[in-house]
């Protein structure tokens, strides 16, 4: 008989998978009008794992994805029931920081300035931890005329045994370096404790390794004034501005975008096993690959989509 718990993260999975294939298929409608050949709609399709097109991890994939967060569930409960004791502290971050920020228009994801800015953070706060890169559009911040923003940021759930005023303390003094400022005012640093520990830790893997489904909006941030936070949206989040989201993940590797800190390298090693166990016929996508799908856009967008939308630049 099923327990409670695994009851609760089947429909979590069964949510999730629904929700990426939405996405997918959103991202996909902006190129209905497209003028393009069997072999090109064959390569999008592959891109949004919507196909047996798809030839490497990377984002993008949404099956890739409704698998990778099982993976991640069942690696991290694994772990959790063998090695960690019930009662250890659990923490859930935000991290964003200035070098996410890019337009849509002219994206340039500076994805290897990015990790070594969380890598350092992580160490200032030493606690163990998975944490998982993320791409979204704030939908309500045009830039004065210069398009939407993309923000690259991640989600981490933490956990170990320091104090949380010591975790506060290295928080605060990470929030008000300029390094961790951005153009929006945002905390660059968002942090809570999960009082259910590592109950409620499990069922947020599907929140660190959700695919973009949603926009942003930038909101007052009531505790702090003068300061802002994202609040998913769908308002204004349209097909092109999901599909400009898509070609940017399309670019990035799966296993770029999870990073372990400490004794979080065991989850994410059985992570890698389980995917790489149930996705035999992908490959690892190295620079020459990514190379590829960054000039396949291109040529794709030479005809077609908004022509504000230029060639995104990956940095790392």
Known sequence: MLSMTDLYLNVRQSERILANTCFAE????????WKLCDDDRTILKGFAGLSEGASAFTLS??????????????SFREYWEASLPVDVPAYFFTFTCDVGFTSDRLAVIRLRA???????????????????????AVV????????????????????????LRAIRTVIDELN???????PLSATPIVCRRL?????????????LDKMPIAGKNRVPY???????????????????LALRVMEALSQISMFDAVVATGDGVHVRRAWESRLAAAFPQLRRP???????????????????????????????
């Open 26 to 33: 959103k991202a996909l409608r902006a190129t209905r009008r």
């Open 61 to 74: 994939n949404s099956s890739l994805r409704s698998a990778s967060c099982r993976a991640l569930v069942d």
């Open 114 to 136: 990015f990790r070594r800015m969380l890598a350092d953070a992580l160490r200032q706060i030493g606690l163990s931890g998975i944490s998982q890169l993320e791409i979204q």
């Open 140 to 163: 309500n911040y045009p830039q004065q005329g210069a398009g939407r923003t993309l923000i690259l940021h991640a989600h981490s759930i933490l956990w170990g045994v320091s104090k």
């Open 176 to 182: 008000a370096d300029p390094r961790w400022s951005n």
């Open 195 to 207: 009082k259910g520990g590592m109950f409620e830790a499990l069922p947020l893997c599907y929140y």
């Open 222 to 240: 009531r505790k702090k004034p003068g300061e802002y936070r994202f609040r998913d949206t769908m308002a204004g989040y349209r097909p092109e």
């Open 286 to 316: 190295d620079r020459d690959y990514l190379e590829d799908v960054a000039l396949a856009w291109t040529s794709m967008r030479e005809m077609n989509g908004s022509k504000n939308f230029l060639s995104i630049n990956l940095i790392g």
